[in-house]
């Protein structure tokens, strides 16, 4: 059965730090681009982070440039978003998803998709 199980989320102040993991069941990572989508209530479902399978090629959102990284531990399966100096507006539900081939910002064109983690960031 493909999986993808996403942990790590909580609750920090602003200007912390959070690290979320994607872990996959079912299917082998190294195969797949991964991205990181995160959906605020009442917006839609924006990329953050992407990191292609063919040469670990990282993208970035430009509201999370410099302060998010984006990393794959092949051996483990596992995919990690680094998010440092969070800030208010980086309250959402986080989402990792698998797609063939090159990453893309079109969460439509991604084949699997984990249930979510929280990230709340307040005081």
């Known amino acids: 059965q493909v999986q993808l199980v996403e942990s790590g989320g909580g609750l920090v102040q602003p200007g912390g730090s959070l690290r979320l993991s994607c872990a996959a069941s079912?299917?082998?990572?190294?195969?797949?681009?991964i991205g990181w989508f995160r959906q605020a209530p009442g917006k839609e479902r924006e990329g953050v982070s992407c990191?292609?399978?063919?040469?670990?090629?990282?993208y970035y959102a430009d509201s999370v440039k410099g302060r998010f990284t984006i990393s794959r531990d092949n051996a483990k399966n596992t995919v990690y978003l680094q998010m440092n100096s969070l800030e208010p507006e980086d309250t959402a539900v986080y989402y990792c998803?698998?797609?063939?081939?090159?990453?893309?910002?079109?969460?439509?064109?991604?084949?699997?998709w984990g249930q979510g983690t929280q990230v709340t960031v307040s005081s």
């Open positions: 990191i292609s399978s063919s040469d670990g090629s990282t």
């Open positions: 998803a698998a797609k063939s081939r090159g990453c893309s910002w079109h969460a439509s064109w991604y084949d699997y």
């Open positions: 079912g299917f082998t990572l190294d195969y797949y681009a």
